[in-house]
């Protein structure tokens, strides 16, 4: 349908009647004024230039400012969307020339005023402007840092490659002497095992040599470093029982460097029963540290969920006790019952035992029985609770059915992310306070 501009169109309603143009508005017209009269019904105004090449359309303007105005309107796109009205009237140049809508092509400065700018996309200020105008280095606080641009499926990688350290290279301070710590609680299932595998595990990918002492008859730490610890395999029972060397003893983990495990078996049960006759029973496991060959950044001993002498024997090795806390009220309660049996160890068989991490485990951040405990716990041992808190996290769990721990099982995960965080915030306490003996 064409729509030359009137309200009243002759061709289409046969009215011979005055038709109202909507574009007739120039100066000094009024229906009915002499002038105006109707366009004839046989002209088309969709002919061509040619055709009416000097047949003026419309009055001859006089008014040289009118003039002006219509030469600059006629050199604008027709479908610039900026066409404003002169005097508080319609548009005066469409009555000095009509012509139907052309298709145009944008210019560059048109087609960038009209790409659509995301909500959320950054303006930069004038502050921002006239500083790099000034400054070509100059990098703003509006400019997304690299974090907020990477997808987070990037950030996940960058984070296993963090944690894998494929390069070998020492990122973790190694301390001056060996840390001799003790993994204990006599509460189970509040993630002693989990603690020392992924802990070990961090710290030998980055550098420092570390050997594990799977001193809980489960064998659970020989599972999740992935080391045979069937009957026949020599173990840290023959270790405290037959005084084996632990070097003859202790199996080199496969895939990570720098890491050792001394494995236990299920003869590791009737330990306890046969230490009651020996001589100096509490500190077996002692000797056996001290007498081996090598040196160790790290020994980590990982004891039974019992207050036995199993544990006694870690705890008067150990000049460093680690105590896991699962974010629960269980936990708590008998925390006060290991702390007691430290205090002994301490005043009757090691003197330079102490209580030097306190790391909570299996935080759950949508129950606020997980943020008063942690609360309580941090109040009452204070600088000694690690900054890095383990969550709920399926990753951790499922590692050790691949023989795995999560550092390597799935390095990007949450979980490892943690243990990564804390295993860096306990080597560099370590070279800040250095404690322990020569090796």
């Not at 105005?69 to 548009?91: H, I, K, Q, T």
């Amino acid at each position: 349908m064409h729509d030359d501009g009137r309200y009243d169109d002759p061709r289409v309603t046969g009215s011979t009647s005055d038709p109202v143009s909507r574009e007739t508005d120039y100066p000094s017209w009024s229906p009915g004024a002499p002038g105006s009269s109707p366009r004839p019904a046989d002209s088309d105004p969709l002919a061509s230039r040619d055709d009416q090449a000097g047949q003026p359309i419309g009055p001859e303007i006089t008014d040289p400012a009118a003039v002006q105005r219509a030469s600059e309107g006629l050199n604008r796109p027709v479908n610039a969307a900026d066409v404003r009205p002169v005097s508080g009237r319609r548009n005066t140049a469409a009555a000095v020339r009509f012509e139907p809508a052309v298709p145009h092509q944008p210019t560059a400065a048109a087609a960038r005023d009209a790409t659509p700018v995301a909500a959320d996309a950054p303006v930069a200020s004038a502050e921002s402007l006239a500083a790099v105008a000034a400054d070509p280095t100059y990098v703003s606080r509006e400019t997304p840092t690299r974090e907020e641009d990477d997808p987070p499926l990037a950030m996940e990688a960058m984070r296993a490659v963090q944690i894998l350290n494929p390069s070998g290279e020492v990122t973790m301070p190694r301390p001056d002497r060996t840390r001799v710590m003790c993994v204990a609680n006599q509460k189970g299932g509040v993630g002693k095992t989990t603690t020392t595998v992924n802990l070990a595990v961090a710290l030998a990918l980055h550098g420092n040599r570390v050997l594990v002492v799977d001193l809980d008859p489960q064998g659970n730490a020989s599972t999740g470093l992935n080391v045979p610890h069937h009957t026949g395999i020599p173990d840290v029972y023959d270790c405290l029982i037959n005084s084996v060397p632990l070097a003859e003893v202790a199996q080199a983990v496969e895939g990570i460097p720098n890491l050792w495990c001394v494995p236990a078996t299920i003869d590791l049960a009737g330990a306890e029963i046969e230490l009651v006759s020996v001589v100096a029973r509490e500190s077996r496991l002692d000797r056996a540290i001290a007498a081996y060959p090598g040196h160790f950044d790290y020994v980590f001993i990982d004891c039974p969920p019992s207050l036995g002498l199993l544990t006694v024997n870690a705890l008067v090795a150990a000049q460093e006790v680690l105590i896991p806390i699962q974010c629960e009220y269980y936990a708590l309660e008998g925390l006060n019952q290991l702390i007691n049996n430290i205090n002994l160890v301490r005043q009757h068989l090691n003197p330079k035992l102490d209580v030097s991490t306190i790391l909570l485990t299996m935080y759950d951040r949508r129950t606020r029985l997980a943020d008063a405990v942690e609360q309580d716990v941090r109040n009452h041992f204070g600088d000694k609770v690690l900054q890095a808190v383990i969550p709920r996290n399926v990753r951790v769990s499922e590692a050790p059915s691949y023989g795995q721990s999560v550092m390597t099982y799935d390095p990007g995960s949450r979980g490892a992310t943690s243990y990564f965080e804390a295993a860096q915030e306990i080597a560099e306490r370590g070279v800040k306070e250095p404690v322990g003996r020569n090796a």
